[in-house]
């Protein structure tokens, strides 16, 4: 069975100031996710699915359809603030945000039937991952095992230089099987040091060794049920959080503290880069433009 590829796209870019989806940085106007697309086409992956919002899935479908078609299956799932909500809660009447990365892949459940990777839509993570995911996944699956995974990166390869991020940092035992992920939510380079600073206004120093998920996930469908039932458990605490969002780690730190899954960290080699915030597009740019001198991808992606 060919592995699917689920792209989280339904951000709106605040910080970036407008659609960084499909913002171009190669040279024939590619997207950093026509580079992902490419590479999942490239390891033999079936199928593309596009979270996003409604009202911009016209974009989106102009941006991609043509290009794609006879290359791989596309499909689109919107992700709206009442999306796999019990119609008797009532939402904050201000709240305008979906409820986040858990809550973005769940929308996508009902058209997900085998093993699949979930990537941002803004995010380049390297060919090399898209090999080894699947592989892990479908060795799984076929022995039975409640084994899903993830590739991490170095904290200090995943820094922008024009403004704080969010990294989950992961902690694995002896055999690189994640044991958690803690969310820093407000990380930033200052005078040479990479801090941190925690939610009761402390700041930390991290080393930049940190092994950090760049939400980059390999899944069996079955994770599909967790995420439903623990997203059920949150928006019955959370209807009037104005703020509140559900995280993958959440989920996926619960689920193997209760033995319920294992989850393997595999260290990626390959360059990652993003695009935060709008002055990160210009060094994103020059990633491709060396990625194409390198021979890595063709200078036209798509023919």
């Known amino acids: ?32 996710i026509d580079y992902s697309i490419f590479d999942a086409i490239r390891a033999g992956y079936g199928k593309v699915v596009f979270v996003i919002r409604e009202s911009f899935a016209g974009a989106f479908k102009e941006s991609f359809e043509t290009k794609l078609v006879g290359k791989i299956k596309t499909e ?68 039975g095992l409640p084994n899903h995974c993830m590739v991490g990166y170095e904290l200090r390869n995943t820094l922008s230089e024009h403004g704080h991020v969010s990294r989950g940092v992961c902690q694995t035992d002896q055999n690189e099987f994640l044991k958690t992920v803690v969310e820093r939510t407000h ?45 059920q458990d949150f928006i019955k605490e959370n209807a009037g959080n104005l703020k509140g969002e559900f995280y993958i780690p959440f989920v996926v730190n619960d689920l193997i503290e209760k033995g319920k899954i294992n989850l393997k960290v595999f260290q990626s080699k390959d360059l990652w880069f993003g695009v935060t915030y709008k002055e990160d597009k210009e060094a994103a ?8 001198e390198k021979g890595v991808y063709p200078e036209k992606l798509w023919n």
């Open 187 to 231: 990380i930033v380079k200052k005078n040479g040091k990479i801090i941190s600073r925690l939610d009761d206004g402390r700041d930390i120093e991290l080393t930049g060794d940190e092994v950090v998920s760049m939400n980059i996930w390999g899944f069996l469908p079955s994770f599909m049920d967790h995420l439903d039932d623990y997203f």
């Open 76 to 143: 689109y799932v919107f992700q709206e603030l009442n999306s796999f909500i019990p119609d008797n809660l009532n939402i904050h009447p201000d709240r305008v945000k979906p409820w986040g990365t858990g809550h973005a892949v769940l929308v996508a459940k009902n058209i997900i039937r085998e093993p699949f990777v979930v990537i941002n839509a803004d995010d380049y993570y390297g060919p090399d991952a898209y090999w080894k995911i699947p592989e892990f996944l479908i060795n799984s699956e076929t022995a």
């Open 285 to 292: 740019v020059g990633s491709i433009n060396r990625l194409i």
């Open 1 to 32: 069975m060919k592995p699917t590829l689920l792209i989280l796209a339904a951000g709106m870019g605040s910080r970036y100031g407008g659609l960084k989806q499909v913002d171009p940085v190669g040279p024939n106007g590619e997207a950093i």
